[in-house]
Structures are given as structure tokens and as C-alpha cells.
């Protein structure tokens, strides 16, 4: 069982389910909203269950990211046309028992850092 919940324990979140798409974001818009680089898994819809006041911004036309209004915590990513949602690993209390499987939207990466984990590395 994976738990986890935001910053202040407002939002709690759990999945009996074995996360897909375990990754590292290094999108602009998950390296703002973040503030670094934005961890994530996701599990379908109906595996998640969430508790307490999501606030949801609509990031595009295709995708809206879900926090904690009170403290800020970056906690979800969802696709409007997909029925899963990426949590936050960051979020996930320990352990985990969850292994990072690559880097996405490294083009857009910032240029103070480098990845030097050996993983794959997506451009998108
Ligand atoms: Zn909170």
C-alpha cells in the first residue's frame, strides 16, 4: 500500500495498486509549480482514493494538476482524456518500494543541474 499526503496533512492520498510510469519531470511547467523537478507514478482513477479538498488548476487544454491550497504541495497530474492520475512521489511517505525508471521533457530541463543517474532520458 503506497500513502501519502501534502505538506500541512490536509490531502491524504492511497493506492493498493502497483504504479506505472514512475519518472522524473523536468517539464517548465512541473519545474514552476514545483519548484525543481516534479517525481511521479500513476495508478488508474479508480485504484486512487483521495481525501480532503483537492484544488485543481488547468495547466492546458489537455491536463489539469491538483494541490493543496493551504500549503501548497503539488500533489497530482491528470490527462482530461485519460481515466489514471500521476501522485507526487514526493508526497509518498517511506518506504516506498519504488524504483525511479527514467527522466521526461529533459529538452525543456533546467541548466543548473546535470542527470547523471544513467537512466533513459526522454526528451518529451
Ligand atoms: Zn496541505
New binding site residues.
Given amino acids: 500500500m503506497i500513502k501519502g499526503h501534502?505538506?500541512?496533512?490536509?490531502?491524504h492520498f492511497e493506492t493498493g495498486a502497483e504504479p506505472r510510469g514512475i519518472s522524473m519531470c523536468h517539464c517548465g511547467q512541473c519545474r514552476r509549480q514545483s519548484g525543481g523537478v516534479w517525481s511521479s507514478a500513476y495508478v488508474a482513477d479508480s485504484d486512487l482514493t483521495i481525501t480532503g479538498e483537492v484544488t485543481w488548476y488547468a495547466s492546458s487544454a489537455a491536463a489539469k494538476r491538483g494541490f493543496?491550497a493551504?500549503?501548497g504541495?503539488f500533489l497530482f497530474w491528470k490527462a482530461l482524456d485519460e481515466d489514471t492520475t500521476s501522485f507526487a512521489l514526493g508526497a509518498v511517505s517511506n518506504p516506498t518500494g519504488l524504483k525511479l525508471a527514467k527522466h521526461i521533457f529533459v529538452a525543456d530541463k533546467g541548466d543548473y543541474y546535470d542527470i547523471a543517474d544513467g537512466l533513459p532520458q526522454h526528451a518529451q
Fill in positions: 501534502c505538506l500541512c496533512g490536509n490531502i493543496c493551504k500549503c504541495s
